[in-house]
């Protein structure tokens, strides 16, 4: 299993990968997703994130403010079984793009502040 941005490019290198799909859920829970080609994939994609529309997400973003990253998270990487073409898929978390911070309406956002303040307060 990847823990690591570079276990996950091993993974992709090593079990002939073609395309990896980014997946994480909108505001009312929903699973939503995009797909890339594998050799879009680099060690910089786990920091520096990739740009999609924010405005296709229903509830996100404005069509004028529509910028976004969805940042994957390489622990939870692992191949999906069913698919015909070799596909590494990731849960990703999204960001404001320009402060890199995690964005409001993401819930994987609300899970993340709500694990810190329980850690910063000794409750969990």
Same mark, same amino acid.
């Given at each position: 299993m990847? =823990?690591t941005?570079?276990d996950v490019?091993?993974?992709?290198?090593? =079990?002939?990968?073609r395309v990896v799909?980014?997946r994480f859920?909108?505001?009312?829970?929903?699973? =939503?997703?995009?797909t890339?080609?594998?050799s879009?994939? #680099? #060690?910089?994609?786990f920091?520096d994130?990739?740009g999609?529309?924010?405005s296709?997400?229903r509830?996100?973003?404005?069509?004028?403010e529509?910028?976004?990253?969805?940042?994957?998270?390489? /622990?939870?990487?692992?191949?999906?079984?069913f698919? #015909?073409?070799?596909t590494l898929?990731m849960i990703?978390?999204i960001a404001d793009?320009?402060?890199?911070?995690?964005?409001?309406?993401d819930?994987?956002?609300?899970? =993340?502040? /709500? #694990?810190?303040y329980?850690?910063?307060?000794c409750?969990?």
């Open positions: 990847a =823990q941005p570079q490019l091993a993974m992709i290198a090593d =079990q002939g990968i799909d980014f859920t909108d505001f009312p829970g929903h699973w =939503q997703h995009f890339v080609m594998a879009e994939i #680099e #060690e910089e994609t920091e994130g990739l999609f529309d924010g296709s997400i509830g996100w973003q404005a069509i004028n529509s910028d976004m990253l969805v940042i994957p998270d390489p /622990a939870t990487a692992l191949i999906d079984p698919l #015909e073409e070799p898929v990703c978390n793009p320009i402060t890199k911070s995690g964005y409001s309406r819930p994987s956002s609300f899970a =993340q502040k /709500a #694990e810190a329980m850690q910063s307060t409750i969990g």
